[in-house]
């Protein structure tokens, strides 16, 4: 069966801080797409990475980057510098790469992080 | 890049009416369009899959009498919820598929649902 777990519901931190949000998969297809969206409160869910199990290389985009350590089936991702407008929900997810299992996002359950001025 | 359409943003029904949310791709050719649904609080479920000229694939514990779904063209699939209730109140949102892109998956801006 294929699982996201986003073991942090909640995390609050000071502006400027560095915040990692951890994320944990289990599936058994041998290839597969790993993703970060953000949901504001106003509910629109924007997208940020996918990754291809087949690509192992960290990324960074400007302020954010990504871990992906497949011995340990973790896709974790790092805010660096932390702003107010970071504060939202951040949702994981996987999907498969063949046919019809590309749409199929299986989302972990979302870590909320709350950024204080 | 890929943009995907969603309305109404928010609705508000009474109870036992049916509302109609619509899903469009605007700037490509979606043959699947799946239907996510987010309670509060809550993370997003497949609740189906919506094929193109053909009848939409149901999730488990998903009523397909209850959640109607339409895709008539390449560019719009419809979700109608029939005789809805209090507890159909939640978040829905839809995504298209495609050829992959470097931007992954497009999805709606969402539809809020509050049934009173």
């Known amino acids: 069966a294929q699982k996201v777990t986003q073991a942090q519901t909640e995390i609050s931190v000071v502006e400027k801080e560095d915040v990692t949000l951890d994320c944990v998969y289990e599936?058994?297809?041998?290839?597969?797409?790993l993703f970060w969206y953000k949901q504001p409160p106003s509910g629109e869910l924007v997208f940020l990475i996918r990754?291809?199990?087949?690509?192992?290389q960290n990324e960074i985009s400007g302020r954010y980057s990504w871990n992906f350590q497949k011995s340990t089936s973790s896709f974790n991702f790092t805010i660096t510098a932390s702003q107010v407008v970071d504060s939202a929900v951040y949702f994981c997810?996987?999907?498969?790469?063949?046919?019809?299992?590309?749409?199929?996002?299986?989302f972990g359950k979302g870590t909320k992080l709350s950024v204080k001025p | 890049g890929a943009v995907v359409s969603q309305h109404p943003s928010r609705v508000i029904c009474k109870s036992g009416t049916s509302v109609k949310i619509e899903c469009r791709s605007l700037d490509f050719q979606a043959t699947t369009m799946f239907w996510y649904r987010q309670f509060p609080k809550q993370s997003l479920m497949l609740m189906a899959t919506s094929n193109e000229g053909s009848k939409a694939t149901y999730e488990q514990g998903v009523e397909k009498d209850k959640f109607l779904i339409n895709h008539a063209s390449l560019t719009l699939s419809t979700l109608t919820v029939t005789s809805a209730h209090p507890e159909d109140s939640s978040f829905y949102i839809c995504?298209?598929?495609?050829?992959?892109?470097?931007?992954?998956?497009?999805f709606g801006s969402g539809t809020r649902l509050t049934v009173v």
């Open positions: 997810a996987l999907s498969g790469i063949t046919g019809g299992s590309q749409g199929n996002l299986i």
């Open positions: 599936t058994r297809d041998t290839t597969y797409y």
């Open positions: 990754r291809n199990s087949f690509d192992e």
């Open positions: 995504s298209a598929g495609r050829d992959w892109g470097e931007d992954g998956y497009t």
